[in-house]
């Protein structure tokens, strides 16, 4: 899930830091390494979901032949979910683009999660997450996401709770890039 690379629009919170065209000037430079690290992996198909719809679903910040789906308005979970319901029966896995320390051998063990669970979350240092994965074979839990406190210690906590009876399966720790502190 990318959001076009703009300043003022993209990191904000990291703008408010580094000055928001450093901000989008990094975000675009580290979804670029992002997708050239994990996107040719053959073991899965990269898909980007992309905001705002829907210029961002031409937009040359991201390289060309990649599938791109337009995100819908709504909050992180709306958007999430309404990824997951639109996703072809079986495993997905989400991920942000602000997150240096992925690599196709942390992908793979969430796919492999899949396996054996119905979730999986990658936990992210400041109590969120940075990767959610559905095993996708039946309805996605009623409450998924509703009622999630987005950005905060909790977030990971309130995810949780909205899964219902679902099996859940951990991944790496990672750390994701708010703000300046989260940089080095």
Do not use: Y
């Not at 819908?72 to 896995?93: K, N, Q, S, Y």
């Not at 119905?118 to 996605?140: N, S, Y």
């Amino acid at each position: 899930m990318v959001k076009e690379p703009q300043a003022g629009r993209v990191k904000t919170r990291l703008g408010r830091d580094i000055g928001m065209t450093n901000a989008a000037w990094w975000f675009r430079h580290q979804t670029k390494r992002l997708i050239r690290e994990v996107g040719t992996d053959p073991r899965w198909q990269l898909r980007l979901s992309v905001s705002p719809a829907p210029q961002a679903l031409h937009s040359r910040a991201w390289p060309v032949g990649i599938p791109r789906d337009s995100q819908i308005r709504g909050d992180l979970g709306a958007r999430m979910r309404h990824v997951f319901e639109t996703t072809p029966w079986g495993p997905v896995v989400l991920i942000g683009g602000d997150i240096p320390g992925v690599t196709p051998a942390i992908i793979h063990d969430a796919f492999q999660k899949l396996n054996d669970h119905d979730c999986v979350l990658g936990p992210a240092e400041d109590g969120g997450f940075w990767l959610v994965g559905m095993r996708r074979i039946g309805p996605l839990p009623t409450d998924l996401f509703k009622g999630v406190r987005w950005s905060c210690v909790d977030t990971l906590k309130d995810t949780l709770g909205t899964l219902g009876n679902a099996s859940v399966a951990f991944t790496a720790t990672l750390r994701d890039v708010d703000t300046a502190a989260d940089l080095p």
